[in-house]
């Protein structure tokens, strides 16, 4: 709250302040997601080449549904972006002074 009001005195609207909100929702969630699917990707090939040969003495092949981990990432990127947004709503919804004043 207290750096949403911060925002607010220095000119921004709440339409702004949404949009920064929502923006640096999708950037963490999408960084969160290609993470994590290099590394799912780095574990499942150690899995399928290192330890399924040496262990259990058999490998298989590896097969990497392309389109859906899209698909999922995309849908994680959407909802951590809606999820932020949500969350600087209720924040935003506030009064500016009051925010900025607790600090004090």
Do not use: Y
Not at 46 to 62: G, I, R, Y
């Amino acid at each position: 709250r207290k750096e949403f009001g911060l925002l607010a005195h220095l000119g921004l609207t709440r339409r702004q302040i949404l949009t920064v909100v929502a923006g640096e929702g999708a950037a963490w969630t999408a960084v969160g997601a290609a993470a994590g699917v290099l590394l799912g990707l780095a574990v499942s090939v150690v899995l399928v080449h290192v330890v399924n040969p040496q262990s259990f003495h058999w490998t298989m092949d590896l097969a990497v549904p392309g389109w859906r981990l899209l698909g999922l990432c995309a849908a994680v990127v959407v909802s951590g972006t809606v999820t932020a947004w949500l969350a600087g709503r209720a924040a935003a919804g506030r009064d500016a002074v009051m925010a900025v004043k607790e600090d004090w």
